[in-house]
């Protein structure tokens, strides 16, 4: 089983949308957990981390659920410039999993 | 401000033959890192350090060797290349040990075995 899995997508939306997706983890051990952003053929950038409480920056909104061991991301109010590869991250010991991502398109 | 800096961006190999991935990074971080990404896969970790003298192997440290004989730099080298091998390398650092989640990544290495 894979440490962090996704929905792939593609999530295809209109601008304006909202759109949101999950991935799971499956080390209850996992202590911390990010979304990453990754543009075709670049480098991932963080976007952000997820803590507990749950947290947003702007338009995205990241949730934390340790007892079903999933995060979530929203994003309101989609932009053209969102549309990329987002990849759960999560964090044990110094070792990082990655999700294989979540393509999101915002279509016009 | 170069952030992370990786060398080459391009390279294509034969299979056998030996070659070092470079990574260099200005920003004084302890923690650095080597991933792979293959297509339709996640990231997977190939080797850590979290500071000089210290590294220890990730998910898929086989045919891979790292050394950190400096708070900068973290080549990886690949001993004998594999057609398996062919991948996008990434290398990442962060700036402290108790945030290794938040990496800072360099524009990665596009390797080719034949």
């Known amino acids: 089983r894979k440490e962090v899995e996704q929905d792939p997508g593609p999530f295809n939306v209109p601008e304006g949308a909202t759109v949101a997706f999950n991935c799971t983890y499956s080390?209850?051990?996992?202590?911390?957990f990010f979304w990453y952003r990754q543009d075709c053929r670049k480098e991932p950038k963080l976007l952000m981390s997820?803590?507990?409480s749950g947290n947003e920056d702007g338009r995205f909104t990241a949730q934390l659920n340790r007892a079903s061991q999933y995060i979530s991301l929203l994003i309101r109010d989609s932009k053209l410039s969102d549309s990329a590869t987002y990849l759960c991250?999560?964090?044990?010991?110094?070792?990082?999993?990655f999700g294989a991502g979540t393509t999101v398109t915002v279509r016009a | 401000n170069a952030g992370v800096t990786q060398t080459p961006k391009f390279q294509v190999l034969k299979t056998g033959q030996s070659m070092t991935l470079q990574c260099a990074q200005d920003?004084?971080?302890?923690?650095m890192s080597w991933y792979r990404q293959d297509p339709g896969m996640g990231l997977r970790l190939i080797h850590y350090?979290?500071?000089?003298?210290?590294?220890d192997q990730g998910e898929v440290p086989n045919g891979y060797n790292v050394s950190r004989s400096t708070t900068e730099d973290f080549p990886l080298r690949l001993l004998s290349a594999a057609p398996s091998q062919t991948s996008v390398y990434f290398c990442?650092?962060?700036?402290?040990?108790?945030?290794?989640?938040?990496?800072?990544f360099g524009e990665g290495s596009r390797l080719t075995v034949l």
């Open positions: 990442a650092s962060s700036v402290g040990l108790t945030n290794t989640g938040e990496l800072f």
């Open positions: 080390n209850s051990a996992s202590q911390s």
């Open positions: 997820v803590y507990s």
């Open positions: 991250v999560v964090n044990r010991d110094y070792k990082l999993s």
């Open positions: 920003m004084n971080h302890e923690y």
């Open positions: 350090s979290v500071g000089a003298g210290i590294t």
